[in-house]
């Protein structure tokens, strides 16, 4: 008795989970089926139109003007133009701002009569040398793109605010007629 136990244990440890013909011809059909629906979704989503090509816009017109497009350009300003000078107080926020309104770097706080005192001894020029070739932390031109007149503007602005009493630097095309 025991051989026929030993038998019927063997016999189903070897089955499958495919017990009749009917669940064999579905695993087949699922067996094909499934993967050619997957190639024909990969092969819609591949060739749809809506998304670009890679490097299709490569060769578009705008694409190939940023690339060919100068590193550098030259701006020509014209000195004597009062009209688009700015003020010594449109420098001053602008560019100097940055380190005289909070004090940054050691600069002289805008206002602080203390810390301009000693600088105003020497003079509008040499606090202009200074500003225009830098001194301590600060650049030359405190790092601005301005011409000289627009620097001196805002050096006599910043030092008026401490205490000075320097006059507002005329503008020079009114500087070349008043020689005249």
């Given at each position: 008795?025991?051989?026929?136990?030993?038998?019927?244990?063997?016999?189903?440890?070897?089955?499958?989970?495919?017990?009749?013909?009917?669940?064999?011809?579905?695993?087949v059909g699922f067996a094909f089926v499934v993967p050619v629906l997957v190639i024909v979704m990969l092969a819609m989503y591949v060739t749809?139109?809506?998304?670009?090509?890679?490097?299709?816009?490569?060769?578009?017109?705008?694409?190939?003007?940023?690339?060919?497009?100068?590193?550098?350009?030259?701006?020509?300003?014209?000195?004597?133009?009062?009209?688009?000078?700015?003020?010594?107080?449109?420098?001053?926020?602008?560019?100097?701002?940055?380190?005289?309104?909070?004090?940054?770097?050691?600069?002289?706080?805008?206002?602080?009569?203390?810390?301009w005192g000693p600088r105003l001894k020497g003079g509008v020029e040499a606090l202009l040398t200074s500003a225009l070739k830098g001194k301590?932390?600060?650049?030359?031109?405190?790092?601005?793109?301005?011409?000289?007149?627009?620097?001196?503007?805002?050096?006599?602005?910043?030092?008026?605010?401490?205490?000075?009493?320097?006059?507002?630097?005329?503008?020079?095309?009114?500087?070349?007629?008043?020689?005249?």
């Amino acid at each position: 008795m025991s051989g026929t136990q030993d038998h019927a244990h063997d016999h189903g440890a070897h089955e499958g989970p495919i017990k009749t013909p009917k669940q064999l011809m579905w695993a087949v059909g699922f067996a094909f089926v499934v993967p050619v629906l997957v190639i024909v979704m990969l092969a819609m989503y591949v060739t749809a139109a809506v998304k670009p090509a890679a490097g299709s816009s490569g060769l578009d017109e705008q694409a190939v003007a940023a690339r060919i497009q100068p590193v550098g350009t030259i701006e020509i300003k014209d000195a004597n133009d009062a009209a688009s000078m700015k003020t010594g107080e449109q420098v001053f926020q602008a560019q100097c701002a940055a380190c005289h309104a909070t004090g940054a770097a050691g600069a002289p706080k805008l206002g602080d009569a203390a810390a301009w005192g000693p600088r105003l001894k020497g003079g509008v020029e040499a606090l202009l040398t200074s500003a225009l070739k830098g001194k301590g932390n600060m650049g030359a031109q405190g790092g601005g793109d301005f011409s000289d007149f627009e620097i001196k503007r805002a050096v006599v602005y910043m030092a008026n605010q401490g205490g000075a009493k320097f006059e507002e630097p005329k503008a020079p095309a009114a500087a070349a007629s008043a020689a005249k």
